[in-house]
């Protein structure tokens, strides 16, 4: 099978497809041939090996696995034995390690059924991004009717299905993003668009404060983000984006969980759990219309590492995918993603 690998930390344009031998799995794993793999934002601190703590688990001087990518869309080719929710055939999305292949293997617990209305592109940049933003809102931030919610980061991939699962939820969203990015965010679904380029959220001097804070850009420190959160308010830092070079925004999010017991706010931070239980509620937002894949753009195997220097360079609004098949589209493919149309 062709698939794309690195050989140490760094950056993208060390990739390279290199054929390999079918993988092996295991009696809880799933074999699926993929049509396509997320280019997000966990599966770049997997290619650079940053912030450095990461590495204490994916191995310290270089990658243990040398296939790169963790989202993944495709078909079902077989099962281990003790699988019995999948079958041969089945349309499925998840996460696991080495997706941007021909072949991966997945682990059925990190696995779901790909919604009817959604294509393989579509639903192969579901569950990194898709899952953070559920577990953010739904579990951590108890978004309600009537909240005002603000998401910093709103472009990304975290924060673009943050905007979405919040207005859905009934609340006022107000989206922070780069100036060029402020028409996909209003498209997203935000009532309020500030470019942080030109204007500085937290200076809002006596305008009404949020009820709910979501970060997922680390650009501000949680003193500056306090003031502009109501009393009683809610704030989540996701996952380690800015920060140091050791810690990322890590350390920003432990600290902050550390002072939440000490005032009226909650102060809490997320790393998303890759349950299938949360991918089917992912599938079900996506299926009944809630949320929309934020897909930007699509491109071939053969063009990964593009797709993650366009990451890097902060060029993405929404997602990006690599196709590594190239498939007719889906049943109710009508509508097209929600910030532009993908290109093979």
């Given at each position: 099978?062709?698939?794309?690998?690195?050989?140490?930390?760094?950056?993208?344009?060390?990739?390279?497809?290199?054929?390999?031998?079918?993988?092996?799995?295991?009696?809880?794993?799933?074999?699926?041939?993929?049509?396509?793999?997320?280019?997000?934002?966990?599966?770049?601190?997997?290619?650079?090996?940053?912030?450095?703590?990461?590495?204490?688990?994916?191995?310290?001087?270089?990658?243990?696995?040398?296939?790169?990518?963790?989202?993944?869309?495709?078909?079902?080719?077989?099962?281990?034995?003790?699988?019995?929710?999948?079958?041969?055939?089945?349309?499925?999305?998840g996460i696991g390690?080495?997706?941007?292949?021909?072949?991966?293997?997945?682990?059925?617990?990190?696995?779901?059924?790909?919604?009817?209305?959604?294509?393989?592109?579509?639903?192969?940049i579901l569950?990194?991004?898709?899952?953070?933003?559920?577990?953010?809102?739904?579990?951590?931030?108890?978004?309600?009717?009537?909240?005002?919610?603000?998401?910093?980061?709103?472009?990304?991939?975290?924060?673009?299905?943050?905007?979405?699962?919040?207005?859905?939820?009934?609340?006022?969203?107000?989206?922070?993003?780069?100036?060029?990015?402020?028409?996909?965010?209003?498209?997203?679904?935000?009532?309020?668009?500030?470019?942080?380029?030109?204007?500085?959220?937290?200076?809002?001097?006596?305008?009404?404060?949020?009820?709910?804070?979501?970060?997922?850009?680390?650009?501000?420190?949680?003193?500056?983000?306090?003031?502009?959160?109501?009393?009683?308010?809610?704030?989540?830092?996701?996952?380690?984006?800015?920060?140091?070079?050791?810690?990322?925004?890590?350390?920003?999010?432990?600290?902050?969980?550390?002072?939440?017991?000490?005032?009226?706010?909650?102060?809490?931070?997320?790393?998303?759990?890759?349950?299938?239980?949360?991918?089917?509620?992912?599938?079900?937002?996506?299926?009944?219309?809630?949320?929309?894949?934020?897909?930007?753009?699509?491109?071939?195997?053969?063009?990964?590492?593009?797709?993650?220097?366009?990451?890097?360079?902060?060029?993405?609004?929404?997602?990006?995918?690599?196709?590594?098949?190239?498939?007719?589209?889906?049943?109710?493919?009508?509508?097209?993603?929600?910030?532009?149309?993908?290109?093979?």
């Amino acid at each position: 099978m062709r698939a794309v690998v690195q050989s140490s930390y760094g950056p993208p344009d060390q990739l390279r497809i290199e054929t390999l031998g079918v993988p092996q799995f295991g009696d809880t794993d799933v074999l699926v041939e993929v049509h396509a793999a997320g280019a997000g934002r966990g599966a770049w601190h997997l290619l650079t090996g940053t912030p450095l703590m990461a590495r204490l688990g994916i191995g310290l001087r270089r990658p243990r696995r040398p296939v790169v990518g963790t989202d993944v869309a495709g078909v079902v080719v077989a099962t281990g034995a003790k699988v019995d929710c999948f079958e041969p055939g089945d349309r499925v999305f998840g996460i696991g390690r080495g997706t941007i292949a021909e072949l991966a293997v997945v682990p059925a617990s990190k696995l779901a059924s790909i919604p009817p209305n959604c294509s393989f592109a579509e639903a192969s940049i579901l569950a990194e991004s898709g899952l953070t933003a559920l577990q953010a809102v739904h579990d951590r931030a108890e978004v309600r009717p009537g909240d005002r919610v603000l998401v910093l980061g709103a472009s990304g991939g975290v924060g673009s299905f943050a905007v979405q699962m919040s207005t859905g939820l009934g609340a006022r969203v107000t989206g922070v993003c780069r100036s060029d990015k402020t028409s996909a965010v209003r498209a997203f679904g935000a009532d309020e668009v500030v470019a942080y380029d030109r204007a500085d959220i937290t200076e809002r001097g006596d305008r009404e404060l949020f009820d709910v804070i979501v970060d997922t850009g680390g650009r501000h420190p949680v003193r500056w983000l306090r003031r502009i959160l109501a009393p009683r308010g809610r704030l989540v830092i996701v996952g380690g984006e800015g920060g140091g070079h050791i810690t990322g925004g890590f350390g920003r999010g432990f600290r902050a969980a550390a002072l939440s017991p000490f005032v009226g706010q909650r102060l809490t931070m997320v790393l998303s759990k890759e349950a299938s239980a949360d991918l089917e509620r992912l599938g079900e937002l996506v299926a009944d219309g809630t949320v929309r894949p934020p897909l930007e753009r699509t491109l071939p195997l053969d063009r990964a590492a593009d797709a993650f220097a366009l990451l890097e360079a902060g060029q993405v609004t929404g997602k990006v995918a690599v196709v590594v098949r190239a498939d007719p589209p889906a049943p109710d493919d009508d509508a097209g993603p929600a910030t532009g149309q993908s290109n093979v």
